[in-house]
Structure formats: C-alpha cells, structure tokens
Nanobody
Framework: QVQLVESGGGLVQAGGSLRLSCAAS????????MGWFRQAPGKEREFVAQ????????YYGDSVKGRFTISRDNTKNTVYLQMNSLKPEDTALYYC???????????????WGQGTQVTVSS
C-alpha cells in the first residue's frame, strides 16, 4: 500500500502561481511513477503531468505544457507540481497518483490521494 497526501492548493488570481506537494508513505516511493490529475465539476478526470520513478523523464498534458512543472524528491518521498501562469480553467480538484507503470492514463495508477482544491479567479 502507498498512502498519498496532497497539499498546497488554494485560491489564486489568474496569472499567479501555486506549488502542490504530494507526500507518500508506505511502500518504496522510488519504485513508482507519479502522476498528477485534475477534475473540475461536471468534467472527466484529466491528465496533468507524469514523472518517472527516477525523475529522468516527464510528460505533460497539452493544456498545461509550458506552464506546469512536475518534479520529485525521492529522499523526501514527495512529488511536486509547480503551476505558473494559472488560468481560471485550471480550477479543479488536483490528485496525485502512484503506479508502477503509470503514464497519462488514470487506469495505470494503483494509488490515489484525496485531492487538493485549486481555484483560480479571473
């Protein structure tokens, strides 16, 4: 089992920045690819970003490319999502997820956090 706890969400004005964190406990964090997903009310869950177990490769959803950066610190069992140039359409509940073979598909992830709310005002 892997337990994931997200933090860092909040209310920010358009154009602002937030940094989300996801702390993991349980099994060996560095075994897992990590992903961030988001879900807005009435919409399907959307892939945001993924980082490999080593941190050497990253992958982003088209809507966040160039604005968001995913990173991880395996010594702290934590994955981060730096979000810059935020837009109102980025408003959603943001989830982190862990999967041995995690990619851009939610079904490839085995463990999920409870989510942290990000609200971007115009």
């Amino acid at each position: 089992q892997v337990q994931l706890v997200e933090s860092g969400g909040g209310l920010v004005q358009a154009g602002g920045s937030l940094r989300l964190s996801c702390a993991a406990s349980g099994r060996t964090f560095s075994d897992y690819n990590m992903g961030w997903f988001r879900q807005a009310p009435g919409k399907e869950r959307e892939f945001v970003a993924q980082i490999s177990w080593s941190g050497h490769s990253t992958y982003y959803g088209d809507s966040v490319k160039g604005r968001f950066t995913i990173s991880r610190d395996n010594t702290k069992n934590t994955v981060y999502l730096q979000m810059n140039s935020l837009k109102p359409e980025d408003t959603a509940l943001y989830y982190c997820a862990a999967g041995l073979y995690g990619n851009n598909l939610a079904r490839r992830y085995d463990y999920w956090g409870q989510g942290t709310q990000v609200t971007v005002s115009s």
